[in-house]
């Protein structure tokens, strides 16, 4: 069974850090292309961050310079540090990943795309406010 586990989110003051985490079972990550979008209250879902294989690492504007994904292919896990938090940053983050033939960019903004990624992990709640 293909599974993407999220932990970490949590409550925060505004200037603090979280990290979240997504465990993958069942597929192997480095064969896929993973993403971060979040929803935040009252608005529609959004790329935060996405790396396709063989392209770089997109952030949107919002987080950029303060949130950095990174992965671990050994032990079949993705990251997304997020520092500088800011009220704004409050959301249900999402970790998310298919198989797709398309840049970084275009997986995280373009919603025709990402509303189909195959596999999603259950949602963590991130609470900035001081």
């Known amino acids: 069974q293909l599974r993407f586990v999220e932990s970490g989110g949590g409550s925060v003051q505004p200037g603090g850090s979280l990290t979240l985490s997504c465990a993958a079972s069942g597929f192997p990550l480095d064969s896929y292309d993973i993403g971060w979008f979040r929803r935040a209250p009252g608005k529609e879902r959004e790329g935060v961050s996405c790396?396709?294989?063989?392209?770089?690492?997109y952030y949107a504007d919002a987080v950029k310079g303060r949130f950095t994904m990174s992965r671990d292919d050994d032990k079949n896990m993705v990251y997304l540090q997020m520092n500088s938090l800011e009220p704004e940053d409050t959301a249900v983050y999402y970790c998310?990943?298919?198989?797709?033939?398309?840049?970084?960019?275009?997986?995280?903004?373009?919603?025709?795309?990402?509303?189909?990624?195959?596999?999603w992990g259950q949602g963590a709640l991130v609470t900035v406010s001081s």
């Open positions: 790396l396709s294989r063989g392209d770089i690492t």
């Open positions: 998310a990943a298919d198989r797709l033939s398309t840049t970084s960019q275009a997986m995280c903004v373009k919603d025709e795309i990402y509303r189909y990624l195959e596999l």
